[in-house]
């Protein structure tokens, strides 16, 4: 399975960008990227997905390098409701359950 | 679209025990999937049902785990003889099929304590 890197924690202050950077070195062609979101005490939430092309939703953006090796999340602009744990996981578009575990994500805290 | 649904909330049980929990999907959804998360991790896959057939099982199901979804619509997770290890939230997601770039929808958990 294709495997990402996450930093463990980050922090940003209320209602400035904040830049969530994932590596995955060794994705595929057909690989997925994914970004889910988790708040305290509840499942995690769909927040983007791309394969090639950088995508843009109301939640969030997201920034895929040309080499697809490395993927940045966007929130243009956080509010204390984003802190959360933000998991990068790859899906092979053969479908079937491969990537369909997360890692420890990262851990963002927003400053008001 | 109600969402995920899953029930109990919580559940609190003694080493040995049986439990079940139910899960149901959104309703259109043809995929079922399920979850464990302890503290500190990322969900773990457990696994997954496309409609009734249960197509995918993590080495992480032990025998004692078993899940089915006889109609193709909810879902029920059962582990028997319940150990201390055991203890952790089960997650439950539902999707339409897709190749890889369908979206998983989850419901909120059931916290399952074992004394």
């Known amino acids: 399975d294709a495997k990402t890197t996450q930093p463990n924690s980050m922090e940003s202050n209320e209602e400035e960008p904040v830049h969530l950077p994932c590596n995955h070195s060794t994705i595929s062609g057909t690989d997925y990227i994914h970004w889910y979101r988790q708040l305290p005490s509840q499942g995690p939430e769909y927040v983007i997905h791309?394969?090639?092309s950088n995508v843009n939703n109301r939640m969030a953006s997201l920034a895929i390098a040309e080499d697809r090796k490395s993927s940045t999340l966007i929130l243009h602009r956080a509010t204390l409701r984003d802190a959360a744990v933000y998991y990068c996981i790859l899906r092979w578009s053969g479908g079937g359950a491969d990537g369909l575990t997360f890692g420890k994500g990262t851990h963002l805290i927003i400053q008001p | 679209d109600t969402g995920v649904s899953q029930d109990p909330r919580h559940k609190i049980t003694k080493r040995g025990q049986n439990v079940t929990f139910r899960c149901d999907p959104i309703?259109?959804?043809?995929?079922l999937y399920w979850y464990r998360q302890t503290l500190g991790q990322g969900p773990e896959f457990l696994t997954y049902f496309q409609n009734e057939a249960q197509l995918e099982k993590s080495r992480l199901l032990s025998d004692r785990f078993s899940a089915e979804r006889p109609k193709g619509s909810f879902s029920t997770l059962e582990i028997q003889r319940t150990e201390q290890g055991d203890s952790a939230m089960y997650l439950c997601a539902s999707s339409l099929a897709g190749q890889g770039n369908e979206k998983l929808f989850f419901g909120s958990g059931t916290q399952l304590s074992v004394l």
């Open positions: 309703s259109e959804h043809n995929r």
């Open positions: 791309g394969l090639t």
